[in-house]
């Protein structure tokens, strides 16, 4: 009895230390005024990484307090080739740094300084800019822009900063719907097609207006589908929205036929997480198509892929189902998490 009472206290004393923890919103306002943010170049803080940027063949461009602790900060362009990631980050992905180099060329513009601090021998470190710096080699760039920091002891409390939520599915569609609807005001004659790099991909348009009517909308099992027959437009994007609400409307539809579907299979004993990634794969008109290489044309147009996939769901028979059709579904899905 006495261990388990000690274990509660303990267990006690742990929830008030988390609550005493918890950041809640100030009324009063903490940090610099405006006056003091400004820093000049010749701040005796900042002279030995002035000189140090100098000798590597960089420029000091500007200097600032950071506002909330004061902290002298520079701002500085540096040779590429004299930044280097913290060695205990984490590993490159060269897929995704293809790919930012890529978005970083169509936008035209390197606009996020790395954050670097002096790391051994002289040099300099960026302890979250590693993706970033490996695309300005891809992308053959002599300088990058960097705020520097002398607080070398930021390298090791950097990632604690790097909570921002990963974009999903949901997100980005909901992004690239609110984008497409601004632009479709400011750009009234402007193809949809003309944004295919801003839009990344079609099938988020029609997943974004899914998602508008409905934040729990299952949209990763419609996905894969939408990808092979939902292209960009050659209307104007007002025009292509209103086309696209219509085809919302259409997968919202089938996925209410789907729903009953999963409930009846359910009532006939089967529990399986995957049952609706099950029954849209087997309503879904295009899933054997295997796109070639450089092919940009749908497996089929939108319209009648929806027409048959919402034909296949009101002829599909539950009584078809088995357990070892479902346990492939689960090995292949399991297989590409």
Do not use: C
């Not at 569609?173 to 839009?199: G, H, N, P, Q, T």
């Not at 929806?306 to 539950?318: E, Q, Y």
């Amino acid at each position: 009895m006495a261990t388990k009472k000690k274990a509660a206290r303990r267990k006690t004393a742990a929830k008030r230390s988390s609550a005493r923890k918890r950041i809640t919103p100030r009324k009063e306002q903490r940090g610099l005024e405006a006056d003091e943010v400004a820093l000049d170049l010749d701040d005796a803080a900042l002279r030995p990484l002035v000189e140090q940027v100098r000798e590597a063949g960089g420029a000091p461009i500007g200097a600032y307090r950071e506002p909330l602790s004061g902290k002298p900060l520079l701002l500085a362009s540096l040779p590429r080739t004299a930044v280097e990631p913290t060695p205990f980050q984490r590993d490159l992905s060269p897929t995704h740094t293809k790919r930012l180099a890529q978005k970083i060329e169509e936008s035209g513009s390197f606009l996020d300084p790395l954050i670097v601090v002096r790391g051994e021998g002289g040099g300099f470190w960026t302890p979250n800019g590693r993706h970033r710096l490996a695309a300005a080699k891809i992308l053959g760039l002599k300088q990058i822009t960097a705020l520097i920091s002398p607080d070398e002891e930021l390298s090791f409390k950097i990632l604690a900063l790097n909570t921002e939520k990963a974009h999903n599915l949901r997100d980005r569609s909901r992004e690239v719907i609110r984008m497409a609807r601004e632009l479709a005001v400011r750009r009234k004659r402007a193809k949809e097609s003309d944004f295919a790099d801003e839009f990344e991909e079609a099938a988020l348009l029609t997943l974004g207006i899914l998602y508008e009517e409905n934040g729990r909308f299952a949209g990763s099992a419609y996905h894969a589908f939408l990808k092979k027959v939902d292209r960009f437009s050659s209307r104007t994007l007002a025009a292509s929205l209103r086309d696209r609400e219509g085809f919302a409307a259409r997968l919202q539809s089938i996925d209410d036929r789907v729903v009953d579907i999963v409930a009846r299979l359910r009532e006939r004993g089967f529990r399986s997480p995957y049952l609706r990634t099950y029954v849209v794969a087997r309503i879904n008109p295009v899933r054997w198509h295997r796109a070639k290489k450089g092919e940009t044309e749908p497996a089929m147009a939108l319209g009648p892929a929806l027409t048959r996939m919402a034909a296949a769901a009101r002829k599909f028979d539950v009584d078809s189902v088995n357990s070892s059709d479902l346990a492939l579904v689960a090995a292949v899905a399991g297989g590409s998490d």
